[in-house]
């Protein structure tokens, strides 16, 4: 890729234009900007956003979307843009589903990367029986929270130093009550509870609303299947390698994603190099907006 191809450097809080896609064909889109992790690859909550903005480029507009299941392949250089391809599955009265292929091309002359594979569903609303479980953070003022970059820096150097996981993020506002137990780093537990909104506000359009909770939802839950040990990795010496191994949203009524979000994050299991984490997600009004689940990558490397 020659240096003028390569894309340019995003400002982090504007969330808006690192979501907007380029049309490049009827059910092709290409990447504008990139946001990278603290691994100088793309940030995977990018690639879920981009795969259901894409998707939702090609279904009608009175659709919302209702269900995303991706599966991350290989990492994406923030320095070339991403081709998603949409493939149309299902256009009913009711339903719509797509497939979304995001590639990458390869230096060399060799073949694209395959970097990600999604499906997504898109419906109306409809009229039936509705129940939800309750939030567990009801009457907490999350903007009475400290903020992540606040925190103390013995808190902060533990989770870098074992997780190599930095604590704030720059586009993002994560909140938690008592961050040492929070975090796993007292009496450890695999479960984790925090708030999260974008640190901008974003234009009232349900579809980019779902898109930016898409980005963030990337964003700490995996913490729950790892941050449970924090303490003994430290007392090893050993830190872990982790990367998100796939990833499901379920939305279960339209959100905000810049206001707060409750995520209660539990992880029933971890071994094997993998951990899962699945979460519920409330808005501040306590009402049940979405569901979340997230496998994995968990495997010691050399500090």
């Known amino acids: 890729m020659r240096a003028a191809d390569a894309l340019p450097a995003w400002n982090p809080l504007d969330l808006q234009a690192l979501l907007r896609l380029e049309p490049v064909g009827p059910s092709t889109f290409r990447s504008r900007q990139a946001c990278a992790n603290a691994r100088g690859t793309v940030f995977?909550?990018?690639?879920?956003?981009?795969?259901l903005i894409a998707a939702s480029m090609t279904v009608a507009p009175d659709r919302d979307a209702t269900a995303l299941q991706f599966m991350f392949l290989q990492s994406a250089d923030p320095a070339r843009p991403i081709e998603l391809e949409v493939?149309?599955?299902?256009?009913?009265?009711?339903?719509?589903?797509?497939?979304?292929?995001?590639?990458?091309?390869?230096?060399?002359?060799?073949?694209?990367?395959?970097?990600?594979?999604?499906?997504?569903?898109?419906?109306?609303?409809?009229?039936?029986?509705?129940h939800a479980t309750p939030s567990r953070a009801a009457g907490v003022d999350p903007a009475r929270?400290?903020?992540?970059?606040?925190?103390?820096?013995?808190?902060?150097?533990?989770v870098w130093r074992t997780l190599g996981y930095p604590l704030d993020?720059?586009?993002?506002?994560?909140?938690?009550?008592d961050a040492a137990q929070g975090l796993g780093l007292d009496a450890p537990t695999a479960s984790l509870g925090f708030w999260l909104r974008t640190r901008e506000p974003l234009a009232d359009d349900r579809m980019l609303q779902a898109a930016a909770f898409a980005f963030l939802s990337?964003?700490?839950?995996?913490?729950?299947?790892?941050?449970?040990?924090?303490?003994?990795?430290?007392?090893?010496?050993?830190?872990?390698?982790?990367?998100?191994?796939?990833?499901?949203?379920w939305f279960h009524?339209?959100?905000?994603?810049?206001?707060?979000?409750?995520?209660?994050?539990?992880?029933?299991?971890a071994g094997r190099g993998r951990g899962l984490s699945i979460g519920a997600v409330h808005d501040i009004d306590g009402v049940l907006v979405a569901s979340v689940s997230q496998e994995n990558l968990m495997t010691p490397g050399s500090i």
Request: hydrophobic share 40%; net charge negative.
């Open 87 to 130: 493939t149309p599955l299902q256009d009913g009265k009711r339903f719509a589903s797509r497939h979304v292929r995001g590639t990458q091309p390869a230096s060399g002359g060799s073949a694209a990367r395959l970097v990600l594979d999604a499906q997504l569903t898109f419906a109306l609303e409809l009229p039936g029986p509705a």
């Open 169 to 177: 993020s720059p586009a993002l506002d994560l909140r938690v009550g």
């Open 44 to 51: 995977g909550g990018q690639l879920l956003a981009h795969a």
């Open 253 to 269: 009524r339209p959100l905000r994603a810049d206001q707060w979000l409750y995520f209660d994050v539990q992880s029933p299991c």
């Open 145 to 158: 929270l400290p903020r992540m970059e606040d925190l103390p820096a013995e808190t902060s150097d533990a």
């Open 218 to 249: 990337d964003w700490w839950i995996n913490f729950a299947s790892v941050g449970v040990h924090v303490r003994q990795l430290e007392r090893d010496g050993e830190r872990l390698h982790v990367a998100s191994l796939n990833h499901a949203i």
